[in-house]
């Protein structure tokens, strides 16, 4: 069965950094897009960014400059560097399957002084 396990996600000072792993399982990952989405306290789930199966990306124009998505095909794994961190980045973030329903269980993102 596809699953998806995202892990990396603490407490951060704003300004700083960190990186988000999701590890895929029960797909042939190299086929298929990836995203990460997150949802922030009381606030509606939002994509992130995305990468296909041949690298090409695309971030929401709220995280350009400072997030980078990448994916290791041959470790079925996909990241997000997360750079210059301000506080309303603070949210759930989920790796996604693109394109389907499949969803990890989530990791928390707090970044606050």
């Known amino acids: 069965q596809v699953q998806l396990v995202e892990s990396g996600g603490g407490l951060v000072q704003p300004g700083g950094s960190l990186r988000l792993s999701c590890a895929a399982s029960g797909f042939i990952f190299s086929v298929y897009p990836m995203g990460w989405y997150r949802q922030a306290p009381g606030k509606q789930r939002e994509l992130v960014a995305t990468?296909?199966?041949?690298?090409?990306?695309n971030y929401a124009d709220s995280v350009k400059g400072r997030f980078t998505i990448s994916r290791d095909n041959a470790k079925k794994m996909v990241y997000l560097q997360m750079n210059s961190l301000k506080p309303e980045d603070t949210a759930v973030y989920y790796c996604?399957?693109?394109?389907?329903?499949?969803w990890g269980k989530g990791t928390l993102v707090t970044v606050s002084s």
């Open positions: 996604k399957r693109v394109g389907s329903e499949y």
């Open positions: 990468i296909t199966s041949t690298g090409s990306t």
